[in-house]
């Protein structure tokens, strides 16, 4: 007996073998678990070349430190040190600065959407400090990471990997393998997630493009814009301070909705330290501040804040840093 002349058996077994390699060997051969599939379903949607969509997400990489710093979120921390963050002298500074230096765009814009512009600058100095630090990771290695291998997030991440692979390259700040911003793939000097460029980016300055890292006028416009869709209203409040009563009664909300009329929530113990419509929709917030809990009065535009980032502590952020924003500006006026 001769290996050439194996008995039918062995022959057989071979073949089998053969054929499930031929089959297997697409699956085998991605780089990262699931891309067969994605890269199926983003040629399918946008008839992008498969060969090229290999190319991109077999030079991705999977980071640790990614995963890693899905674990430590700012919001996990009490209203007294997540705000000790963001509203430093030197961020409302740079904010007043960055307000006079563009003050022209700024207004235009914020009329034409209808948001004071003070919270497009605010927003831009709480997510990169005015477009100073826009982010060190690979957006494509970011959502690669997110999306393939952290499965407690991966429904979210893998749609948003899925929408930056079919970003029409009108839509990006460069070559897609190259850009670059924070650990959960946000982009730009508003940090706009893919889905958010897609539906929110404003190609402001006419040039053809979407670039939120490089154009100011698109960055601007597309700030307002994301806040004009969710909401907001022109020359609405963002939020007032309440003063609770010895007996007021305890307000736990899911969201910052503004689902009550203000009346209601002072009917519970919640007075105004100002003069407020008591029709107004409203929604209550606890936070924890430095001498024990704070309580506001949150409104709509409050609410479109928080559609940017959830957090209750994000939108009393922006909210305060735009305060105090609109406050130093209006003080370099008078002192001119
Ligand atoms: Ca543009």
Redesign the pocket.
């Given at each position: 007996m001769t290996a050439i002349h194996a008995p039918r058996p062995a022959r057989f077994i071979a073949a089998l073998i053969l054929l499930l390699i031929c089959v297997l060997t697409p699956a085998l051969a991605e780089t990262h678990p699931g891309q067969a599939e994605l890269v199926r379903e983003v040629a399918q949607d946008t008839g992008k070349s498969p060969q090229a969509l290999n190319a991109l997400l077999d030079g991705a990489k999977m980071q640790q430190s990614i995963l890693d710093a899905m674990g430590r979120p700012a919001e996990a921390k009490p209203w007294s040190e997540y705000r000790a963050i963001f509203l430093t002298d030197q961020r409302i500074d740079d904010g007043v600065a960055f307000y006079l230096a563009h003050r022209e765009l700024l207004e235009r814009t914020g009329d034409k959407y209808g948001v004071a512009p003070e919270y497009i600058v605010a927003i831009i100095g709480v997510e990169t400090s005015y477009g100073r630090v826009t982010g060190k990771y690979k957006v494509l290695d970011a959502l690669v990471t997110l999306g393939l291998y952290y499965p407690p997030r991966a429904k979210f991440f893998r749609e948003e990997l899925k929408t930056l692979l079919e970003l029409p390259d009108s839509q990006l700040a460069g070559p897609l393998n190259t850009l670059t911003g924070s650990y959960a793939g946000a982009q730009g000097w508003g940090q706009f997630m893919p889905d958010s460029i897609r539906d929110y980016g404003v190609?402001?300055?006419?040039?053809?493009?979407?670039?939120l890292l490089n154009?100011l006028?698109?960055i601007v416009a597309s700030v307002a814009n994301y806040f004009a869709k969710h909401g907001w209203e022109r020359g609405g409040l963002v939020a007032a301070r309440a003063q609770p009563d010895a007996g007021a009664k305890p307000i736990v909300v899911k969201d910052s909705t503004p689902q009550w009329p203000l009346e209601q929530i002072e009917a519970w113990g919640y007075g105004p330290l100002q003069t407020l419509n008591p029709g107004q929709p409203t929604s209550l917030q606890t936070l924890q501040g430095a001498s024990g809990p704070e309580y506001w009065f949150t409104f709509q535009n409050f609410y479109a804040i928080t559609r940017y980032n959830r957090s209750p502590l994000y939108a009393m952020a922006v909210n305060q840093l735009a305060q105090a924003i609109i406050s130093g500006v209006h003080q370099a006026d008078g002192s001119r």
């Open positions: 190609d402001a300055d006419g040039d053809g493009r979407i670039d154009s006028p698109d």
